[in-house]
């Protein structure tokens, strides 16, 4: 509806959350996308395209995607102060609300198409020489236009804009793929009576040469008598000290990793010299587990007896197995459990799967992190994934330990994120696990039990270094899942940068008086990344799909590049545990896709767009491969210095 004021909140070329207000005009022709002009308080005039909610498709939704690339890759590449004039302007964007757009800045005149056989040659060579300007602008950003045509310039009487980059992709920098035979197209369409002139000829000619000598926009201004190269920067060179100290970093570890590996010879020999035994072991172990939920370590021998849960009973049942038939004593303790002896006593009464013992090794993962740092709905994303068949690529099978609780969390949790609705926080005080999972290998039948907990962010922050509660599975020497959220302070409206993030400081803390610490499998996970889908070096990793295979290198480079972003933006504190760990990798993951807003006929929080997790699985993939759940010879190289 025309006339009306509202504000609109989208995201700039970095990312950051801006807020303007527009008057909105008339619908308008723009490309393929539906649009609309708009109006500030100035009367300044903005163009905003946009898949309209009844019309979405994801073919429509693909141009807008491509559109919105490439203007944020000229707004870094030129700058605010010396931006082009042959290019449109990017505003903002928001492709998570139920009608995605992007603003940009309007073209001045009328399309060219209109009105190019009135121009004179004066005018039709100033307006050539604005396309030019823009394809080699559009060359050293980069991006390749795929559609450079009268119907895509705008003229004003003295320059010509290049717009509608629907159908535009990133290429390598200087490369025009098939933008200088379309300009000379145009060149040819328009030229009229100059057509048989040897200047309009020769640029002609330029325009059609190929292969090795292939003629650039610079050299066919330099035709009209046009010089000089467009100033522009690689937005990555402030990456570069993040780089460096990454490898820096490496290098320090890698010197570390050698002194240990030494260490951990010397006292295998001293341990076989005590045993008598190559194994190093002494007399045959008694069977003990550590409990995933009081960290006690305890006797587990089988006395045949078996505690079922029978529908919403707060209290099991006991049952004797010891005189069932064979199959019915596997499917009872299949679905049972058998209650931790809880030596300590300084929990409450509590249950184990009966079957939990009978894996060797057992891996907990513990996620950590700041509140609203993403973690609950990354691990309701990521146990969707592992059950939907996401770990299946890898070799590995996936069952539920507990059933009990898969099936609540699964309906109070994974059900409601598929709808496409937000999640609550977790619940400070919250106790135990939140899934376990049997990981078997496919190809030797190994398996390893896989434990998944999540603390709300509260009891690390308010948590001292000394303290139990929640975080007391940290006690228990887990696999280490960080979460760093791209987050969004209204205040400001730019992204948060902490001087301190005191959830991974209680973390660390306690982790540290665990035995050999260092050598846990850990990883970070940059969280909500979908706010920087189109900047770099975030958007290469997030848009990239999975390869369905463990790649050592690959997880280097993007741990490094996630590295250098964050040290670029300032997040020191968040890399403080790159340091402490010998094995570590990073990720840039997104578990649902895009930013929950307000359904105000249900009163909760959705995801207009629905779930649309981004490479949830990555991290985990990365933990399992360093701890051996995953393995191989690429899966041992995963995150070493």
């Known amino acids: 509806m025309t006339g009306q004021q509202a504000v609109t909140r989208c995201r700039d070329a970095t990312g950051n959350l801006r807020e303007y207000s527009f008057v909105t005009g008339d619908e308008v022709s723009s490309g393929a996308l539906a649009a609309r002009l708009l109006f500030d308080e100035h ?39 010396r931006y082009p004039r042959w290019l449109p302007r990017l505003v903002g964007y928001d492709v998570s609300v139920p009608e995605p757009f992007v603003i940009l800045t309007a073209p001045p005149g009328e399309a060219a198409a209109a009105m190019v056989r009135e121009l004179d040659s004066g005018a039709r060579q100033r307006m050539w020489t604005g396309m030019l300007r823009a394809v080699q602008c559009t060359a050293a950003a980069g991006v390749v236009h795929n559609n450079v045509g009268l119907s895509s310039l705008w003229w004003d009487g003295d320059c010509a804009t290049l717009c509608d980059f629907e159908y535009s992709h990133l290429s390598r920098v200087g490369d025009t793929g098939g933008d200088i035979r379309a300009a000379g197209l145009v060149i040819a369409a328009s030229a009229g009576v100059d057509s048989a002139t040897p200047e309009v000829r020769k640029l002609l000619w330029h325009s059609e040469t190929g292969g090795e000598h292939r003629r650039t926009a610079t050299d066919m201004l330099a035709d009209l008598g ?41 006292a295998r020999i001293r341990s076989i010299l005590r045993s008598g035994r190559a194994d190093g072991s002494g007399t045959p172990a008694t069977p003990t587990v550590t409990c995933p939920y009081c960290w006690d370590t305890v006797l587990w021998e089988d006395d045949g007896q078996v505690w079922l849960f029978r529908d919403d ?3 099991p049942a006991q049952i004797d197995v010891t005189a069932l038939a064979p199959a019915k004593q596997a499917d009872l303790r299949r679905r049972g459990f058998r209650p931790c002896p809880n030596p300590s006593d300084d929990v409450g009464a509590h249950f184990l799967p009966a079957t939990y013992g009978s894996y060797a090794d057992p891996l907990p993962i513990a996620m950590i992190g700041a509140p609203e740092s993403g973690k609950t709905h990354l691990l309701a994303a990521m146990v969707q994934a592992v059950h939907a068949g996401g770990l299946a690529p890898y070799g590995l099978s996936v069952q539920s330990l507990d059933l009990r609780r ?20 977790t619940d400070p005080g919250a106790r135990g696990y939140v899934e376990m999972l049997v990981l078997r290998r496919i190809h030797d039948g190994a398996a390893r039990v896989v434990t998944l907990f999540d603390i709300a962010g509260e009891d690390l922050r308010n948590a001292d270094d000394r303290g139990s509660g929640p975080s007391r599975f940290l006690i228990g020497g887990p696999a280490l899942l960080f ?29 540290r008086a665990v035995s050999r610490s260092k050598d846990l499998p850990a990883a970070l996970a940059l969280t909500k990344a979908d706010r920087l889908r189109y900047v770099p070096p975030v958007d290469r990793w997030l848009n990239r799909p999975p390869s369905g295979r463990t790649d050592a290198e690959a997880m280097l480079a993007e741990s490094r590049d996630i590295y250098a972003y964050l040290h670029a933006r300032g997040a020191t504190a968040a890399l403080t545990p790159v340091q402490e760990f ?9 578990a649902s896709g895009g930013d929950a807003n307000v359904d105000a006929a249900r009163r909760i929080q959705v995801f207009p767009r629905g779930f649309q997790p981004m490479r949830v699985l990555e991290p985990l993939v990365a933990i399992l491969a360093m701890a051996g759940v995953i393995d191989g010879p690429e899966a041992a190289k995963v995150g070493r210095p």
Do not use: C, M, W
């Open 483 to 511: 979460t760093h959220a791209v987050e969004d302070p209204p205040a400001t409206g730019g992204f948060a940068t902490e001087s301190e993030n005191r959830a991974f400081q209680v973390a660390l803390a306690k982790i």
């Open 313 to 315: 009973q707060r209290d």
């Open 582 to 590: 010998t094995r570590f990798t990073l990720h840039a993951v997104s």
């Open 43 to 81: 009367r300044r005039v903005y163009l905003g395209k946009y898949v309209p909610s009844l019309h979405r498709s994801p073919e429509l939704l693909a141009l807008l995607d491509n559109e919105i690339r490439a203007l944020t890759r000229f707004a870094l590449v030129f700058g605010a102060q």
């Open 226 to 266: 046009v010089h000089g190269d467009i100033a522009h920067r690689d937005p990555e060179l402030d990456l570069l000290p993040g780089r460096e100290l990454f490898d820096r970093i490496r290098v320090d570890k890698h010197r570390g990793a050698k002194v240990d590996a030494k260490a951990d010879r010397r």
């Open 406 to 425: 898969h099936t609540r969390f699964r309906g109070q949790q994974i059900e409601r994120l598929e709808s496409g609705a937000a999640l609550d926080s």
